[in-house]
């Protein structure tokens, strides 16, 4: 049985499809972390991590909240670097609906969805949210995981206590306050040790 | 005093100065590659690391070998997105001198050298070679290091006889093939604990 590894981010950035690719980290709101994130969640030398699946909410203007989702066992096309997977969540972005889930291209899913929705829908799962303060991650069983991370900003207050509501671990990786995509590859890391 | 942490990566990326933006991991010849490990030696959440110092030499047409260094210490304006960091490569490039060692930009250097003239200046380091059939980590004691990595192909064995000749341990940090920029990213929180 293949055991799943549900990453989500927290974004701010902008949820209109005219993504200016020269300005990722500026009138883009930062997708340049989400890029990167995606990057660290899915990638290896040589191919992509099958038993991933990423989530994020881009909080930005004009449109939010929209939700988009990566399945690591149908993501085909997209390249490691920032401005691929930009190119792709723009592509996201264009066939965005209103009404019903749209699979962009194979294995990035577009929709209208919240936060708590996100998680109530996952409650199957064992949410761990990542933060400095939160139990050191050798002392914690991971299992079936998860992992709930903020972008360059924390996850709000609010979000932190529907994410405690819905059962979340509060975890850390170490007293430093890492970028997430930094955060993601060591999960990855820790994880396939776990494993082995 | 401050334990530096030094990271070598070997690039196959072009030495011409005018890199197409648009294409790092194509024309560019994998320069998102050098970008992304970059990112992953420096960036923190709130700031860079400023006992780090990377190095890289490009191999590709039409000017090799160059070689690139940046300092924590006095590294400034970079971003930490692959463009923005292509951007500077692009600047040292640009001011690459023949005869002697440029500061393109604060806190990067560019010039003539090789991978055994680098080892050679840096001998008084302790390299290591991370490969998967090397000692795990986990059994290795890491002290004033200097890392050698590969990008998306691994170092040839001409690189590994020199670096094992200049007294380089292999080591590894897992079965699995990852990413040089998710290798440091993995290092650089592991020596964060073994620090605390």
């Given amino acids: ?15 209109s499809p005219d ?6 980290p500026g009138s883009a709101g ?13 990638w290896l030398s040589y191919g992509i991590r099958k038993n991933v699946i990423f989530h994020t909410i881009l909080h930005g203007e004009p449109n939010a909240p929209v939700y988009i ?14 401005r691929s997977i930009a190119i792709f969540i723009g592509k ?6 209103e009404e019903c889930e749209i699979e962009s291209t194979p294995g990035i ?19 761990y949210l990542l933060d400095e303060n939160g139990e050191d991650i050798e002392n914690v069983e991971i299992r079936n995981p998860f992992f709930i991370l903020g972008d360059n900003l924390d996850v709000l207050p609010e979000e932190k206590e529907i994410a405690i ?19 993601i590859a060591v999960l990855n890391w820790w994880m396939d040790r776990y494993e082995e």
């Fill in 1 to 15: 049985m293949t055991t799943y590894r549900h990453f989500y981010v927290k974004s701010r950035a902008r949820t």
């Fill in 19 to 24: 993504i200016n690719l020269k300005d990722l």
């Fill in 30 to 42: 930062r997708l340049d972390i989400v890029a990167r994130c995606i990057n660290a969640a899915f």
């Fill in 69 to 82: 989702r990566l399945e690591g066992e149908k993501l085909r096309k997209v390249s490691p670097d920032e």
């Fill in 92 to 97: 996201a972005l264009k066939k965005f609906d």
């Fill in 109 to 127: 899913f577009v929709a209208r969805k919240s936060f708590e929705e996100l998680l109530e829908e996952n409650k199957d799962k064992n949410f």
């Fill in 165 to 183: 509501r819905h059962g979340a671990k509060v975890v850390s990786i170490g007293k430093k306050s890492y970028m997430s995509s930094h955060c």
